[in-house]
């Protein structure tokens, strides 16, 4: 078993498409995607319902980080373990592009109900050395939403 970290966000006010977590594999550090929880806190009555399109996209070779977001340092859920070796953002309104880029799921989300998917070993996301994996919101929400969020992900390596 690898290294297990979290990468969280607090408070992200989202009003366009958005990667909401971009997570990048250092060299030799495959990693292994656990969990994934988004949270909205400002759209709660039911005039305010609305359903989001997320994909979970993986960026091979030649993909280009996206921008405008904010860099996230992932937490080791045992305090002693040794710094992660993958990078993590958030909140990317320019969104990851070019060289090789695959949708591995779709989902909807309504906004009202927590986001919260786990994955059972053999269906578990892997992103290899260098790759990137990105979880996206496709389009914009009618308004601007309150977002909390974490990823659970294991570095092996």
């Known amino acids: 078993m690898g290294r297990m970290y979290s990468v969280p966000f607090v408070a992200?006010?989202?009003a366009a498409a958005n990667d909401l977590f971009e997570l990048t594999a250092?060299?030799?550090k495959p990693c292994v995607v656990h969990s994934i929880?988004?949270?909205q806190y400002t759209e709660v009555g039911d005039a305010a319902e609305e359903g989001l399109s997320l994909?979970?996209?993986r960026g091979t070779s030649g993909t280009t980080s996206g921008s405008g977001g904010s860099?996230?340092?992932p937490v080791a859920q045992i305090s002693s373990d040794a710094a992660a070796g993958l990078a993590a953002e958030s909140n990317n309104t320019?969104?990851?592009t070019g060289g090789t880029i695959t949708t591995l799921r779709a989902w909807a989300w309504n906004v009202r109900i927590p986001f919260n998917k786990v994955f059972t070993?053999?269906?578990a996301p892997v992103i290899a050395g260098g790759e990137r994996l990105v979880l996206r919101l496709e389009g914009a929400p009618a308004d601007s939403i309150t977002v909390n969020g974490t990823v659970m992900v294991e570095e092996i390596g």
């Open 71 to 73: 860099s996230v340092t």
């Open 55 to 57: 994909t979970l996209r």
């Open 121 to 123: 070993p053999d269906t």
């Open 37 to 39: 929880e988004i949270e």
């Open 26 to 28: 250092a060299a030799g």
């Open 94 to 96: 320019t969104l990851m």
């Open 12 to 14: 992200a006010a989202v």
